[in-house]
């Protein structure tokens, strides 16, 4: 079973609030995801990471940052959160002998004020 | 650029009714392929793989065919539960490339 930890897992905050979204995993997993899901269901890859000290951009533009000082944590943060931040995201970690397979945490469902 | 075009839905079925959720794909080289199922309030689950043209994945009755002819992996499972209410995305990653592309998922209602 996979073991992918993301807290909070609801969140209700104000504009212009600063936010940390944590997710932790613990199966070493070199690499890590963070999607944004819409409320259509549609996943956005917005941050990714393959190792320690390495994070890119992903395929959709965020104003969010991330950081991987540790293999097994890859937080999320919002500077200044605005309605539109309002969202599922979705944590997820890959590696180890099958390294095609993504495994994902439960999600933080994000809603600004 | 790698694509996945899915089955749109939603789409509503009676208990023991047979499914089928279309799936194809445009990749460059020889991609894997899976799917990945969304209970309510919950992350993606693995729900099978297939890594080569011809190779069936399968779990808990579901099952997919990796047709490179076709470029498709369709989604069957003989006799839905109303437990298997979800939503399903088809996916796939390159060699060398882990980064997953996801279809837009289709949501699937079983009613009693």
């Known amino acids: 079973e996979a073991d992918i930890y993301q807290t909070p897992r609801y969140l209700v905050i104000g504009t212009g609030k600063k936010i940390t979204l944590e997710c932790s995993q613990t199966?070493?997993?070199?690499?890590m995801y963070w999607y944004q899901q819409d409320p259509g269901m549609e996943l956005h890859l917005i941050h990714y990471?393959?190792?320690?000290?390495?994070?890119e951009k992903g395929d959709l533009s965020s104003e969010s940052t991330v950081s991987r000082i540790r293999t097994e944590h890859f937080p999320l943060t919002l500077e200044s959160a605005r309605p539109s931040h309002t969202s599922q995201y979705l944590c997820?970690?890959?590696?180890?002998?099958?390294?095609?397979?993504?495994?994902f945490g439960p999600g933080t469902r994000l809603t600004v004020t | 650029g790698n694509s996945v075009t899915q089955m749109e839905g939603p789409v509503t079925l009676s208990e023991e009714a047979f499914l089928t959720i279309n799936c194809t794909y445009t990749?460059?080289?020889?991609?894997?392929l899976f799917w990945y199922v969304q209970y309510p309030g919950e992350g993606l689950q693995l729900l099978l793989k297939?890594?080569?043209?011809?190779d069936k994945g399968s779990n808990k009755g579901f099952e997919a065919t990796y047709r490179k002819e076709t470029t498709s992996f369709h989604l069957e499972k003989g006799s839905v539960q109303v437990s298997d209410s979800a939503v399903y995305f088809c996916?796939?990653?390159?060699?060398?490339?882990?980064?997953?592309?996801f279809g837009t998922g289709t949501r699937l209602t079983i009613i009693p």
């Open positions: 199966m070493g997993h070199d690499k």
């Open positions: 997820a970690s890959s590696g180890g002998l099958r390294v095609d397979e993504q495994y």
């Open positions: 297939a890594t080569k043209a011809d």
């Open positions: 996916a796939l990653s390159s060699f060398g490339n882990e980064k997953l592309t």
């Open positions: 990471s393959y190792g320690v000290n390495s994070t």
């Open positions: 990749a460059t080289g020889y991609p894997s």
